[in-house]
């Protein structure tokens, strides 16, 4: 069985242990996902299939070409199959594939900040607030020396945009799988807004 499936982030909220201690949860409306496409090794060198969420309202030529016979999905995203895995074209994936308990690896879109600076971007320490700095505060520094190398690296550390990036956090705990409802509640934050899109897989680290 496939071990991921699409879903979109509803919100953080908290729900209570055993033992009455406070958890914090993301609510994920995780599925179901319908099975538009399946990849194997011998016709496309590896094997995965590819995943329809949500409903679109309007779709192009080429998408209904695409879905024939299957829903109008709005979003399509592909995961890798592990070996001797087997799925077929129409088939629907829910939460059940994960239980209380599960280790998750969530990625999605992290928030856009805008333009930002060193401190905020990447945690610099800033100039000395003292000595006559009054305009360094939140400046980069140095940012390359004269004669050598003489041109500033690529990939040097300066302001820029921040955010709107993918993002993965891994090993997060799944508190509750309900496929009545099709909520997935893992322990702690995901990347992302509100209903942003989120990929949710079984982790790759234990």
């Not at 729900?15 to 993301?26: K, L, M, Q």
């Not at 629907?92 to 308990?101: L, P, T």
């Amino acid at each position: 069985m496939i071990d991921g499936i699409l879903g979109r982030k509803v919100g953080m909220t908290q729900v209570f242990g055993e033992r009455g201690e406070a958890i914090p949860v993301t609510v994920i409306a995780a599925g179901p996902c319908t099975v538009v496409q399946v990849k194997t090794s011998e016709r496309d060198g590896y094997a995965a299939v590819q995943l329809g969420f949500g409903t679109a309202r309007r779709l192009s030529k080429p998408q209904r070409g695409h879905l024939k016979g299957l829903p109008a999905v709005r979003v399509l995203r592909e995961l890798r199959l592990a070996p001797g895995d087997s799925l077929e074209v129409g088939q629907q994936v829910d939460v059940s594939i994960f239980k209380a308990g599960d280790k998750v690896d969530v990625t999605g879109t992290s928030k856009g900040k805008g333009f930002a600076g060193v401190v905020k971007r990447h945690h610099f320490k800033g100039g000395p607030r003292t000595h006559g700095q009054s305009d360094r505060l939140r400046a980069p520094g140095a940012i390359s020396t004269g004669t050598t190398p003489g041109r500033v690296r690529k990939g040097t550390r300066m302001a820029g945009h921040m955010g709107n990036e993918r993002a993965t956090v891994l090993n997060l705990e799944v508190v509750t799988a309900d496929p009545e409802r099709n909520l997935l509640l893992v322990r702690g934050a995901v990347p992302g807004a509100r209903e942003g899109l989120l990929i949710i897989r079984r982790t790759v680290k234990s």
